[in-house]
């Protein structure tokens, strides 16, 4: 498998234009999760799905991001307007509940985000 | 509130060294996880502990998960420069499926 597969890579935008960023799961796995890293938090989670239904979006900053997963196989994390404040490296990782309930997150590789 | 305190942030050391890097909280966690992250990419799996007082090894790398569960370590053997990166510990309080948190890692520089 290619493993999780996001795009772009980088989005270099300026203050107050949407921004999507996408996400392809590993196939087969039924947990999508959305993650943003800066220095100074770490790595936190925004949203995660279970087939294709949201669970638990507490962690989205603001009514300014917004996700989606109309199938299995795709999400987006859009952020409208957006703000020097969302500069920060975006994950999507993927995930099947395994044995005794322990399963292995897999991280694609980061969409860097800056926002001017 | 950051529910997984990983110290120390920073850690430079030289080729050969052994070092420990701590992941504390003050919840109990049904598995804890250690992930390794490397410039311009996403953290990959090390490890995962599900019992308290649970020790595992992955070559020269040790993971130990506290009797209580609110605790792990994770200790290197004779440090190589293909060791450095981030290490970031990841507990989750239920089943499979429900939310990691992770802690803000380790930066590991290790030079020859």
């Known amino acids: 498998d290619a493993g999780v597969i996001q795009s772009p890579r980088h989005e270099v935008t300026e203050m107050g234009q949407e921004v999507t960023l996408r996400c392809k799961p590993i196939?087969?796995?039924?947990?999508l999760f959305w993650y943003r890293q800066t220095m100074m938090r770490g790595l936190e989670l925004l949203i995660y799905?279970?087939?294709?239904?949201?669970?638990?979006d507490s962690g989205m900053p603001e009514d300014r991001f917004s996700a989606k997963m109309p199938n299995a196989s795709f999400s987006t994390l859009k952020i409208q307007p957006s703000e020097p404040r969302d500069s920060a490296v975006y994950f999507c990782?993927?995930?099947?509940?395994?044995?005794?309930?322990?399963?292995?997150?897999?991280f694609g590789p980061g969409t860097r985000l800056t926002v001017l | 509130t950051q529910l997984l305190e990983q110290s120390p942030q920073f850690l430079s050391i030289q080729e050969g060294e052994n070092l420990t890097v701590y992941c504390n909280s003050s919840?109990?966690?049904?598995?804890l996880q250690w992930y390794r992250q490397e410039p311009g990419e996403g953290p990959v799996l090390l490890v995962t502990?599900?019992?308290?007082?649970e020790v595992k090894k992955l070559k020269r790398l040790t993971f130990q998960f506290g009797d209580a569960r609110k605790d792990s370590s994770l200790h290197i053997t004779a440090a190589q420069p293909g060791d450095t990166g981030l290490y970031l510990c990841?507990?989750?309080?239920?089943?499979?499926?429900?939310?990691?948190?992770f802690g803000k890692g380790t930066t590991l520089s290790v030079s020859s």
């Open positions: 799905f279970n087939n294709n239904v949201p669970i638990d």
């Open positions: 990841a507990g989750r309080h239920n089943q499979a499926g429900t939310a990691l948190i």
């Open positions: 502990v599900v019992t308290g007082g």
């Open positions: 196939s087969g796995h039924d947990y």
């Open positions: 990782a993927s995930s099947l509940p395994g044995l005794a309930g322990v399963d292995t997150q897999y």
């Open positions: 919840s109990v966690f049904s598995s």
